[in-house]
């Protein structure tokens, strides 16, 4: 019901179903709407325009065009309801047995499905007609049978899509029979793109429908449709050319109505729960963001210019999400350098802002998440803040390559690897198609993957996890970067190929000296890579510096539980520390240090107001408590 | 060890490649000849890294996957056997916990529908008011707040998804629980809370464990043996001291070195880099 609402909310959606409510009125109720009979003959006023008598004129017959137009709604809508509940009827049960069952039924079904694919509809849809015999009826079961066809397939794949997901498997742990499975688990969980579909299919029939009718092989005589008004207005329409527009119109509207309302349904569906992007649905899928109804403005306490020095230098980066209360920072005034060849570790919760601030130095961040205008990111001495789309691409494909968590999930399945490494070195390296060929090998070669040549006519599938993701190295090394953006890259891995790829991924950047920003829940991954390190919460950095430091000396009291939590192979101990509580959404307004709730060692001051990264002694190192801020004034 | 909740003898699954229309059928062995026991109450980690086959071990127990030859034996009936006479039976005494957490729950259905089908269906409580008391002491069991039973598995984190999916798998009252990579998708902070979770549910509950994993330092927190797994055979066993301290087998030596350890001066894949 949700999902209705917010179709209504829109003019894509409200347009079309008041259009609609219209059509199904006239169907209904056709008496109350249509001023005159509309099979009366009446030889006194033939073929006249639209007058105050007649809305829509007369025709050759003298009949009201207008009461004949509200008279066709209803076998238009017959026709709809006839041809989609068969459709419907034949197709889903079909569809949802064999991409259940799979096997020899699914290869037979869906052989017989695309050779009759094959066929034009409409000759098809005649030859039925042809064999059942002309009316609206017999060619309606046409219409529903070929689309049928269409709606085995649409389930077929979203079954296939399904029935390896881990909740069905659950499903059957529970106990549920087949049955239940199918239609509890499985059919729920495909109602919206049938709902598009049906919707969409409703259109198509309707213009199958005018087409039969327009032929004389649907409604006979002298009951009106609309395609049978527009061929009776045929032969008028040279001296009368208002004659066709009524019919015309009604088909017309009517068709786009529905079109345009499976548009907007499939919009609204894939922006609900389940859809959309991730870093926003967190926020709003918690509910964290209770109580706040006004995004906190990050403090602008930091006017620090770019390190001139540094490759990528983030200075007061704020992200905004959007919340269940409004649009809310997902990240917090950050500030990170990378010089060049550096190995900078984001190290943080779910929930931290880690990859969101990744996404947003990248330009990659979904729609409806913004970068707040104070924000800078400099990089190669370019600010890439309010860089248009088209500018922000051509930064990445010649200086920044991404390497994402699942490397199977960012190859396109379709596509042979060959084809995926190959297209970027021609769009945006001009390269021929044999130089981007050697180049591919050449990439491939050096990420460690055996026979480059043959493996580019290999498929994603094809790949382990481990080579997929030395693939999506070598085509994040293909635009010659200086600098890599890793989320979590080895975090899908078991820890033998994490180690191969880690290993890889530092080589790589030593070799050619790249600089990578290292995204990661995984603090042992950060102490064996990393040069720096920042540990972010809820949106903020909470302590930054040289790893050795970091680990051996934590300061701030998260990266102090953070690193207690690390489960170890020589540690006797047998439960884990674990940090209470939980991560504070972005649209949580909180005051004072945004960890103080789940800290043991926060005290009065810490809830009191905002708590500044202050820089610790020694220099390189900064934290953002009190406790660490007391004791460097202490020191000075 | 107490008596043998679970034993797995001589285990072998073969798998047929290529298509229907491949002339040339290839056979992949996922699991050789494999063989372990659970005692009642006990916690055994299956570990090695993807394709050593312990997923296929833990199917087989699951009754999920038909063993080419060997046997699996619950108390004192056979796996198999048992899937074919008593599905219910056999579900309602070995249930599972997946990896991915969010996708393990129907998206279609609040939390009080995910766990009250395993509470009709296996325990035979058909009464709705009942299965939602229940479901209340589940959410309780594992650590949750009661409200949880209206939502839907979109509006969960992570960490919360988990420990339904725990819940779900409490629901039956089961001997044992596979616990397929159940804490591998979840970051440290969460990782240890369902970690200590588990380990609080064994002692409260006597139910045993046969818990599936590649990092050792995790499967060693929660586990009294370990079996570690390379190309479908098992390599090695012992207690999780053993295996961990004094390991024998080389493959082992590989899985533990590995792990990656949170501090910087132990062991680096990263040595001597300058920054300018």
């Known amino acids: 019901m949700a999902v209705l609402r917010r179709v209504v909310t829109r003019p894509s959606g409200t347009i079309p179903l008041i259009w609609l409510a219209v059509v199904g009125f006239c169907a209904l109720f056709p008496t109350v709407v249509a001023t005159h009979d509309p099979n009366a003959a009446d030889f006194a006023s033939l073929l006249e ?519 170890l192979l020589d540690d006797d101990e047998d439960r884990l520390v674990t940090i209470p509580g939980r991560v504070p959404g972005p649209g949580e307004q909180i005051v004072g240090c945004r960890f103080a709730s789940r800290c043991e060692q926060a005290h009065d001051a810490c809830a009191a107001g905002p708590v500044d990264l202050v820089t610790l002694a020694g220099g390189d190192r900064s934290s953002r408590c009190l406790l660490s801020a007391a004791a460097v004034e202490d020191g000075a | 060890m107490t008596g043998s909740l679970l034993r797995v003898e001589n285990l072998v699954v073969e798998f047929r490649g290529g298509g229907a229309f491949a002339l040339r059928r290839e056979t992949v062995t996922a699991v050789k000849d494999v063989s372990f026991h659970i005692g009642a109450g006990d916690a055994y980690g299956l570990v090695g890294e993807s394709g050593s086959g312990k997923t296929t071990t833990g199917r087989c127990v699951l009754g999920l996957q038909a063993p080419t030859s060997g046997s699996i034996t619950l108390g004192t009936d056979d796996v198999g056997e048992l899937r074919k006479r008593d599905p219910q039976l056999l579900h309602q005494r070995i249930q599972a916990v997946f990896q991915n957490p969010i996708a393990s729950l129907n998206p279609a259905m609040t939390v009080a529908r995910i766990l009250a089908e395993p509470l009709r269906r296996l325990v035979g409580m058909k009464d709705p008011a009942a299965a939602r008391t229940r479901g209340e002491e589940l959410l309780d069991a594992v650590r949750l707040p009661t409200d949880v039973l209206d939502r839907r598995p979109t509006e969960l984190s992570g960490g919360m998804a988990q420990r339904v999916s725990i819940a779900r798998a409490l629901a039956s009252s089961p001997s044992l629980i596979v616990l397929d990579e159940a804490v591998s998708a979840l970051d440290v902070a969460t990782q240890a809370q369902v970690i200590n979770l588990l380990a609080d549910l064994r002692d409260e509950t006597g139910v045993s464990y046969l818990f599936i994993g590649h990092d050792l330092a995790v499967v060693r927190h929660l586990c009294d043996r370990i079996g570690v797994m390379s190309q479908g055979a098992l390599v090695e066993e012992g207690t999780a001291d053993q295996v961990c301290h004094s390991p024998q087998d080389d493959y082992t030596r590989r899985l533990l070195d590995a792990v990656p350890v949170p501090d910087p001066t132990v062991k680096r894949v990263r040595h001597g880099h300058t920054t300018r």
């Open chain 1, 49 to 567: 325009g639209p007058s105050g008598a007649h809305y829509f004129g007369t025709d050759e017959l003298g009949r009201d065009t207008f009461s004949r137009v509200v008279d066709a709604a209803r076998p238009a809508a017959l026709a709809g309801l006839q041809a989609v509940s068969i459709s419907l009827i034949l197709g889903l049960p079909i569809g949802l047995f064999v991409g259940y069952a799979g096997g020899w039924w699914d290869r037979i079904v869906m052989r017989v499905v695309d050779a009759i694919f094959s066929l034009p509809g409409l000759i098809l849809a005649f030859a039925i007609v042809a064999i059942l015999g002309p009316g609206l009826t017999n060619a309606m079961y046409s219409v529903g049978f070929l689309f049928s066809l269409r709606v085995i397939r649409l389930v077929r794949g979203m079954v296939l899509s399904v029935r390896e997901e881990p909740f069905i498997e659950a499903a059957r742990l529970s106990g549920a029979p087949t049955t239940t499975v199918l239609g509890r688990y499985l059919l729920p969980n495909m109602m919206g793109p049938l709902i598009v579909q049906t919707t969409i299919s409703f259109a198509a029939v309707l213009i199958i429908e005018a087409a039969l009718s327009f032929l004389g092989l649907g409604v006979q005589q002298p009951d009106a449709t609309w395609g049978s008004m527009l061929r009776d207005a045929r032969s008028f329409q040279r001296d009368n050319p208002w004659i066709p527009w009524p019919p015309g119109l009604a088909i017309t509207l009517t068709v786009l109505a529905f079109n345009t309302l499976g548009d907007t349904l499939r919009d609204v569906l894939a922006a609900g729960p389940g859809g959309g992007s991730k870093a926003p649905r967190r926020g709003v899928a918690l509910g964290l963001a209770d109580g706040a109804t006004t995004a906190a403005r990050p403090a602008v306490d930091d006017t620090a210019d770019p390190d001139p020095e540094a490759l990528l230098s983030v200075r007061n980066l704020s992200v905004i999400v959007p919340t269940s209360t409004g649009p809310a920072p997902a990240v917090r005034g950050l500030d990170v350098d990378l010089r060049p060849g550096e190995i900078v570790g984001l190290v943080g919760e779910s929930g931290s802002g880690k990859t969101v601030s990744a996404l947003a130095v990248a330009g990659l961040l979904p729609r409806g998440v913004t970068i707040d205008p104070g924000s800078r990111i400099h990089f190669d001495g370019q600010q890439l803040v309010g860089l248009t789309e088209a500018r922000m691409a051509q930064v990445r494909g010649t200086g920044i390559g991404m390497i994402f968590q699942d490397p199977t999930a960012s190859l396109n399945p379709a596509l042979t690897v060959g084809y995926q490494l190959a297209e970027p070195l021609r769009i945006h390296h001009g390269l021929s198609r044999a130089a981007a060929t050697d180049r591919s090998v050449e990439l491939l070669d050096r990420v460690g993957v055996a026979n480059p040549r043959e493996r580019l006519r290999d498929y994603p599938h094809q790949f382990s996890g481990g080579m997929a993701q030395r693939v999506m190295i070598a085509m994040a090394l293909a635009s010659e970067p200086s600098l890599i953006i890793a989320d979590e890259p080895t975090t899908a891995l078991d820890v033998t190929t994490q180690r191969q790829v880690l290993e890889l991924l530092v080589e790589l950047c030593d070799d050619l000296s790249m600089a990578m920003l290292f995204i990661t829940h995984d603090l042992g991954v950060v102490a064996e890579i990393c040069d720096r390190a920042v540990v972010m919460y809820a949106g903020q950095a909470v302590e930054t510096g040289d790893v050795h430091e970091l680990f051996a000396t934590p300061d701030h009291p998260y990266s102090r539980a953070l690193l207690a939590s690390v489960p």
